[in-house]
């Protein structure tokens, strides 16, 4: 099983600041990483898939890079809304695994 | 509009079933793969099965292998998540999740999901 580690647990930024997501995974899974960005109380959203592409209707301002085990998720300005829990995902192999979690949080 | 809608969940027994569907609209469920993804309380998101477009390959997570089935009613435009042997780590929100644009691709339209509760 491939395990995709999450980090920071937690960040705590302002809005308008730049927010920098990372997720390792076990094993290469080339770039085959998605992210997701949850509400309390709504199901996921996708925001990036393949590692660098955006999904249909998400901001410029979120963008996805890396390959192999290293992967990041950058939202350049923080709006309001950003404020949430990002989870990474692969699909590269069985079972499909998920990142825990990081929380952007209003500081 | 495109969209999934779960229903029938609620409380279970230790040890018991249930049953929880997943009404697709709005798009061409048959040409697309599907899955069940859960999240207990406070928790993240756990993958649970998988069924492809004609229901041909099924996978499931180890924690739920044995136990549940997925299944799918193409012209009803339906996924269906029989549970069994139901235990207290079940209980979770469950959310059917699409996969695409592209095979085997990311998980992108979800439901607003199900709650079910494991409890005697």
């Known amino acids: 099983e491939i395990v995709l580690t999450q980090s920071p647990a937690t960040l705590s930024l302002s809005p308008g600041e730049r927010a920098t997501l990372s997720c390792r995974a076990s094993?290469?899974?080339?770039?085959?990483l998605a992210w997701y960005q949850q509400k309390a109380g709504q199901p996921p959203r996708l925001l990036i898939y393949?590692?660098?592409n955006r999904a249909t209707g998400i901001p410029a301002r979120f963008s996805g890079s890396g390959s192999g085990t290293d992967f990041t998720l950058t939202i350049s300005s923080l709006e309001p809304e950003d404020f949430a829990v990002y989870y990474c995902?692969?699909?590269?192999?069985?079972?499909?695994?998920f990142g825990g979690g990081t929380k952007v949080e209003i500081k | 509009e495109v969209q999934l809608v779960e229903s029938g969940g609620g409380l279970g027994q230790p040890g018991g079933s249930l049953r929880v569907t997943c009404a697709a609209s709005g798009f061409i469920f048959s040409s697309y793969e599907m899955n069940w993804v859960r999240q207990a309380p406070g928790k993240g998101l756990e993958w649970i099965s998988y069924?492809?477009?004609?229901?041909?390959?099924?996978y499931y997570a180890d924690s739920v292998k044995g136990r549940f089935t997925i299944s799918r009613d193409n012209a009803k435009n339906s996924l269906f998540l029989q549970m069994n042997s139901l235990r207290g780590e079940d209980t979770a929100v469950y959310y059917c999740?699409?996969?695409?644009?592209?095979?085997?691709?990311?998980?992108?339209?979800w439901g607003q999901g199900t709650m079910v509760t494991v409890s005697s």
């Open positions: 069924i492809g477009s004609d229901g041909g390959d099924r």
């Open positions: 393949d590692a660098s």
């Open positions: 995902q692969q699909r590269k192999s069985w079972p499909l695994t």
């Open positions: 094993q290469s899974i080339s770039s085959y």
């Open positions: 999740a699409r996969r695409g644009p592209f095979q085997y691709g990311p998980f992108d339209l």
